[in-house]
């Protein structure tokens, strides 16, 4: 799945990648989590453009966001036919720019974080669906749900699940939807090559959505893990020892 992902390109860098009309100046993020708005770039009027949307979707029949779950993924092997999705990936395909994401895997019964990055550290497009929900107020929000697609090679041993990326070449045919039609675009819906991506643990500092600086992509070491390790250890039970009065054990056992 996809969790929490990083974007830390310079904005003008990805404005020539993915080819939008406007020029937004945005700072780095480095744990940018569901709920949160993000960027995303679409098609419209065969012009390509940068929107801020919030991630977790909504379909537009949901009448309560309270009384529905949260979905930050679509899985690729049912977009179709998921109420939720079905005409989102016919309508309303999107990319949503990065640098890479977080996943977790559990060693020694601890589960530690890992930052996955392309292997040439290029910025990526996951695949994404959005749709506006429509509040009984009027009230309007622009959602996305990151696509993933299930693991294969490498990225399988860290999960089972791995968000899809659209590489450059495709970005045309993914975002245009004027077709009506998601067939084309079906065969795009997969895991990343094998060696295509590549990883490193990281601090567990990434756990807490209100830290977002640099040091998050910092590589573990050995100092850092047993930092870590020992902020996990629970301070001992400080026993308070009072002067005591009584007489000296007379060797009878007495109770008080």
Request: glycine share 4%.
């Amino acid at each position: 799945m996809c969790g929490r992902f990083v974007i830390t390109s310079p904005p003008a860098a990805l404005r020539q990648m993915f080819g939008y009309e406007e020029q937004p100046n945005f700072p780095p993020r480095h744990n940018i989590a569901p709920t949160q708005p993000i960027s995303v770039i679409l098609l419209d009027h065969d012009k390509r453009h940068f929107r801020l949307m919030r991630w977790g979707f909504m379909p537009a029949w949901v009448k309560d966001p309270r009384n529905f779950t949260l979905l930050i993924n679509a899985r690729s092997e049912t977009v179709r036919d998921k109420p939720a999705f079905k005409n989102a990936i016919r309508r309303r395909r999107v990319l949503v720019p990065a640098d890479g994401y977080y996943e977790w895997q559990v060693i020694d019964g601890r589960k530690r974080p890992f930052f996955i990055h392309r292997s040439d550290r290029a910025p990526l497009g996951f695949a994404a669906l959005a749709e506006t929900w429509m509040g009984p107020n009027g009230e309007e929000v622009d959602t996305v749900a990151i696509v993933t697609a299930a693991a294969s090679g490498d990225l399988a041993m860290l999960h089972h699940r791995v968000p899809v990326t659209i590489r450059p070449d495709d970005f045309s045919l993914w975002l245009d939807c004027r077709s009506d039609d998601a067939d084309e675009v079906m065969r795009l819906l997969v895991a990343p090559r094998e060696g295509e991506f590549a990883w490193y643990e990281v601090s567990t500092r990434v756990n807490t959505v209100a830290n977002d600086d640099e040091q998050l992509l910092l590589p573990m070491t050995e100092e850092m893990r047993a930092a870590e390790d020992a902020q996990r250890k629970p301070a001992k039970k400080v026993v308070s020892r009072k002067t005591s009065t009584a007489p000296a054990d007379d060797g009878q056992g007495s109770l008080f």
